[in-house]
Each structure stands twice: as structure tokens, then as C-alpha cells.
């Protein structure tokens, strides 16, 4: 992976600005702790703070201490969507190597080392995370599942493919960063993104979690915090690391803001 000079460049000037940089991403711990490297925030005299696994796990790196982990039994809830798709690629994070699978994931879907394992043993104790995957389905299809099967008492989110992340009920980006915000005694107020805000995320979900405290608003009121009308479509918030990100204006003192890539 690489990061441009741009991405570089804006989170070296959050820093020096006195705003606490955060990374928050659906990827596993181990697999954010190469980006922590690669940013430059990775120093035992500063840990960064870093939001994993859709907020299931908040750590501190270098080195990694997990300071919050959220974990469910994910027995029912795995085995209600692979009645439906009985050929789907199941994940679960095995922290310091990488994911035990049941069958092998498409290239780059997945950091770290796939270690074959069965299904029911993958989730024989409490997870902080189950990814499903069928590369054979839409992701029409999995929101539909997803609405249908209800999942009761676990929460889930639909990728832009037919990715499934079961997770803890209530746990999200959002929960997470609430978690940093109370081990930094910032009050929540104090991030809640207007017009003109600093935000960097990979996705429209990113958005909600980091604007909204994870709660979606009405399509109305997401082009409401856009100037210019219509909120953007899915992704231009920012890009994945290795392309360009969007990043606008902070509208509180820096070092009151949270600042996320």
C-alpha cells in the first residue's frame, strides 16, 4: 500500500495543530497497524489510538494494547445466513496472524494469513467479528437476507459487495470513537461534524459513523451537511489508502477536534 504526500501532508498539519488523529476502519487490528506505520503515527512515545473491526476492537499502537474489545455469540447468526447460502466464505479475525476461514478469500479481500478451519469451531466462543462473504451474490441479495433473517441480537452491516460484518448489537465505528473520546475526555459535543468539517472515510458509512454518532439520517438531512445540494455518493468522502482523499476544514478549535482518516 501507499499513501499519497497529500494524505501525508494533512494528517502531519492535524497533528501539529494539537488534533488528535484517530483511524477507524472495518479492517482487522493487525491489519491497521501497517497503516498507523505507514502514516507515520506509529511512535511508543505517542501511540495512536485506532479504531478496528467496525469498532468491535480500540487499541493503542506501538505497541498494539487493546484497551476495548466488544465480542457476541455468533453461532446463530452464521448459521442462519449459510442456510441460505451454504457456499458463502466465512472470516473470523485471529488476532496476530490473520483470519481463520473456512475456504480461502479472493486475493486482497483479507489481511495477514487465511487459516483453514471449520465453521462451528471458528465460532464455538465469543467473536468480536464474523465476516461472510459469497462472491456469487449481489449485494441486493444480502441486504435482502439480511432484512429477512432479522439476526436478532447481533448487529450487521452489508459492504458495496456481498460482504456480510456480523457484529456485537450496537457496535459500530461510532461506538468505538466513543470509546477514544471518553479515554481522552473529549465530550462528544465537541465532534459533531457540521458543513465545512475535517473528515476522511472510505465509504458513506464512514460518514454516518463519524458524523452522526453511527445514526443514519433522512437522505434530506445528508444533503443538508454538503454545500452545494446533494450528498455525496458513496466513496467521495475520501478513498481507500493509496488514492486521493477528500479532506475539508475543521470548524472547531484543532484541538478539540477529533481528527479520522
Sequence with gaps: EEIPPAVHDAVRRAQEAGAHVVLASGRSPDGMTGVADLLGLATEDSPVWVVAS?????????????????????????????????????AVEERGRGYLVNRHFPMGELSGEMILSEVESMVAEPVSRVIIRDPDAT?????????????????????????????????????????????????????????????????????????????????????ERHPGGAAPAAGDFARPVGAQAHIEQPRTAPQDVLEFV
Design 54 to 90: 467496525n469498532g468491535a476492537v480500540v487499541f493503542r499502537y506501538p505497541p498494539m494494547q487493546v484497551v476495548h474489545e466488544e465480542t457476541f455469540d455468533a453461532r446463530a447468526a452464521v448459521a442462519a445466513v449459510l442456510t441460505e447460502h451454504p457456499q458463502a466464505l466465512v
Design 139 to 223: 449485494v441486493e441479495e444480502f441486504v435482502a437476507l439480511a432484512g429477512r433473517l432479522g439476526l436478532h441480537g447481533t448487529d450487521y452491516v452489508v459492504g458495496w459487495t456481498a460482504w456480510l460484518d456480523l457484529a456485537p448489537v450496537g457496535v459500530s465505528k461510532a461506538s468505538g470513537l466513543e470509546v477514544v473520546c471518553r479515554e481522552l475526555g473529549v465530550e462528544a459535543a465537541v465532534v459533531d461534524f457540521q458543513p465545512g468539517e475535517r473528515r476522511v472515510g472510505d465509504g458513506g458509512i464512514d460518514h454516518l459513523d463519524i458524523g452522526h454518532g453511527g445514526k443514519i439520517p433522512h437522505p434530506a438531512q445528508q444533503a
